[in-house]
């Protein structure tokens, strides 16, 4: 396949999908390395400047998204309500949970100071938060994780472009620490 074919075959399947596509899934289906398909993506991204649409990278994972100066268009054609934004406390949850996950509901409340539990399960709900297993301790309680959509909404390709806050963030032995600490 020439890069030409493999880019649109990247473009059928991002926008058939509707959602993020990771890249091994579309290499896999197109029959083509990996690195064919990031580059064919790669190529894709500034054929798409100036248009309606954009192609994003999420991690490692490829969607399409409307330009955000369309969105009252949109929204009209669609008539669809307005979304409300996320409140201070769904904030500092998804705070909390971007910047120390996997996170337990405990440890999320342990920092806030405040039960959270409501705000958690609005936050999976609207696809921000997931599920990522459960802790092997008594109770077995859900490890949470920011999602693609998350990435998505807030505009970043990765957890790697969230600013810096904390110059000295947890190691990972003692984010397990505290993990355990404030299980539920």
């Known amino acids: 396949m020439d890069i030409d074919e493999v880019k649109a075959g990247v473009e059928a399947i991002v926008f058939a999908a509707g959602e993020p596509v990771p890249v091994a899934r579309i290499a896999e289906a197109l029959d083509v390395e990996k690195s064919m398909v990031r580059r064919a993506a790669d190529a894709l991204v500034p054929e798409y400047e100036k248009r309606g649409i ?49 996170v337990t509901k405990g440890y999320i409340e342990q920092v806030r100071g405040v039960e959270c539990g409501s705000v958690v399960n609005t936050l999976v709900e609207k696809g921000l938060l997931e599920e990522s297993g459960r802790l092997d301790l008594p109770g077995h309680p859900i490890l949470y994780v920011t999602t693609k959509n998350f990435l998505r909404c807030f505009g970043l390709s990765s957890l790697e472009e969230l600013p810096q806050v904390m110059p000295d963030m947890p190691t990972e032995e003692e984010k397990e620490e505290m993990l355990t600490l404030f299980a539920e």
């Open 54 to 102: 954009n192609l994003l990278w999420l991690e490692d994972s490829l969607q399409f998204a409307s330009e955000p100066q369309y969105e009252p268009f949109i929204r009209a054609v669609l008539e669809q309500k307005r979304n409300q934004p996320l409140s201070q406390a769904a904030m500092e949850v998804l705070a909390v949970a971007a910047y120390h996950q996997p």
